[in-house]
């Protein structure tokens, strides 16, 4: 055997072993770069009553880079079908939920109102971020960020395959609601593979909620929420309202640890009055980091006492203010009227009932557990 013969055979194996390696090694950093890509996103639903500070734990969310977040989908479902009552309407709007989380949006298509070619058919599009930023909407944003009149104005010519394809971008996928006032409807989703569903679920004082409800006209979502087939449900829709998120907490209660990691329970006082520490209990649960510019912004969205009431929703004002607001405007004889419907949800989450007008005026008082 020559030695030139030797020398060839040695360098194919060189060769062949050289190439193997490197084959090896970018076979395996593709295959963690491409595990990297496919983690399994993460799906949260904020659920809650109406003037209860939903939107706020939204804004949360959607001031968070990491978010693709979606503000009330279920309103086009419910402006839909106004005529129908909100026992039949939970389904199609758990089912829509469902297709939103894995970024399906043609149900939505079909119950928003037009033809269903732009996002700005639906409701409230301008409250998402990311709908308001590439690859959806590629006008550029202000150096101070998201600005939702901004995104009203530039971006409303968006068709929704855009905003399918900016919600695969997101790991994170964050709807907030109102109008699920039954948990059992949304226990299938708990049992989808494709879903890593978690549930925040904000209660307020049904009196500061009474107060709240003053100021806005919400004829058409009570109409549905009174409008139901069974006699328990007689009575004020702020009683109905008080029954529903009390049975939501007692369901997942009794559900033990099937639910117990996947569903937590934030107060709105509680919030108001800590904002940073349960912000940060919220963006754990929901497996997200806070960054200085989410602290700075918190901060400053739950301290400034001004409001600019030309813009849909203000969300800048002294959040410690807010809650105890109720006590100034409400009647005391109302107030009473309140705790009777609503005395199982108060016991349940913690508020005090008030004994006299006085007490109810003494602000160094606190009917919040």
């Not at 030139?4 to 060189?14: G, K, Q, Y």
């Not at 990297?36 to 969310?61: C, D, M, N, T, Y």
């Not at 009390?246 to 569903?263: C, F, H, P």
């Not at 108060?346 to 007008?357: C, E």
Request: hydrophobic share 40%.
């Amino acid at each position: 055997m020559s030695i030139r013969f030797i020398f060839c055979f040695c360098l194919l194996l060189f060769i062949i072993f050289f190439s193997y390696q490197f084959y090896r090694v970018s076979f395996v950093s593709n295959s963690s770069k491409s595990y990297e890509k496919k983690k399994a996103p993460i799906h949260v639903l904020i659920i809650s009553s109406w003037r209860s500070g939903s939107s706020f734990i939204g804004q949360i969310f959607n001031h968070h880079p990491d978010v693709f977040y979606l503000f009330e989908p279920g309103h086009s479902v419910w402006m839909r079908f106004n005529k129908e009552g909100a026992n039949l309407l939970h389904y199609p709007v758990r089912d829509l939920i469902h297709s939103l989380f894995t970024c399906d949006v043609t149900p939505l298509q079909e119950y928003v109102y037009g033809n269903g070619q732009y996002i700005s058919s639906m409701s409230f599009f301008a409250e998402s971020r990311a709908l308001c930023s590439p690859p959806s909407c590629s006008y550029p944003m202000p150096p101070e960020g998201y600005n939702r009149s901004k995104c009203f104005q530039h971006c409303r010519n968006i068709p929704f395959d855009k905003m399918a394809k900016a919600c695969d971008t997101y790991n994170h996928r964050v709807m907030k609601t109102v109008r699920i006032l039954d948990f059992s409807v949304l226990l299938p989703l708990f049992r989808d593979p494709a879903l890593d569903l978690r549930i925040i679920h904000l209660v307020r004082d049904p009196r500061a909620i009474a107060s709240s409800r003053r100021y806005f006209s919400l004829t058409t979502d009570d109409q549905i929420v009174l409008k139901e087939h069974d006699k328990a449900t007689k009575g004020p829709v702020l009683a109905k309202i008080c029954r529903a998120q009390a049975n939501i907490n007692r369901m997942v209660t009794a559900a033990g640890n099937y639910l117990k990691s996947r569903y937590v329970l934030i107060r709105h006082e509680d919030l108001s009055r800590e904002p940073l520490v349960n912000v940060q209990k919220i963006y754990t649960f929901s497996g997200l980091k806070m960054t200085p510019e989410m602290e700075r912004w918190i901060y400053n969205v739950t301290h400034v006492d001004a409001e600019d009431q030309s813009i849909f929703m203000p969300f800048s004002r002294q959040s410690t203010k807010v809650i105890q607001r109720w006590r100034q405007i409400l009647d005391f004889k109302y107030v009473k009227e309140i705790e009777e419907h609503c005395k199982e949800a108060m016991d349940l989450f913690g508020y005090l009932p008030v004994n006299s007008t006085s007490d109810q005026k003494n602000m160094s008082l606190d009917f919040v557990l």
